[in-house]
Nanobody, 124 residues
Framework: QVQLQESGGGSVLSGGSMELSCAVS????????LGWFRQAPGKGREGVAN???????RYADSVKGRFAISQDNAKMRQYLQMNSLEPEDTAMFYC??????????????????WGQGTQVTVSS
């Protein structure tokens, strides 16, 4: 059974930083894509960043230069370092895992398994 568990959410002031982490268990494929999505109230789920098992990353334009995704392959954990946070970043953040090709874009339907989400709130 594949399970994902996010941690690290909370509240921060505008301009602050926060790191999210996601522990993945039970995913047995050697080639995969790990992704972060977010969903603000009243909006659809938006792709934020993803990273392939070979280390190739992709970022949404809205977070380029501010967010950094990384992974620990041995531990099947991924991290999202978020800097220069803005109130517009306030959302529920979800981690996901899917096939290697899922990283070609930010289509949520391409990902097989999801965490429960962690809330990030940025206040001005």
């Amino acid at each position: 059974q594949v399970q994902l568990q996010e941690s690290g959410g909370g509240s921060v002031l505008s301009g602050g930083s926060m790191e999210l982490s996601c522990a993945v268990s039970g995913y047995t494929y050697s080639y995969y894509c790990l992704g972060w999505f977010r969903q603000a109230p009243g909006k659809g789920r938006e792709g934020v960043a993803n990273i392939r098992s070979d280390g190739i990353t992709r970022y949404a334009d809205s977070v380029k230069g501010r967010f950094a995704i990384s992974q620990d392959n041995a531990k099947m954990r991924q991290y999202l370092q978020m800097n220069s946070l803005e109130p517009e970043d306030t959302a529920m953040f979800y981690c996901a895992v899917g096939p290697f090709w899922s990283c070609s874009d930010f289509r949520a339907n391409d990902f097989d398994h999801w965490g429960q989400g962690t809330q990030v709130t940025v206040s001005s």
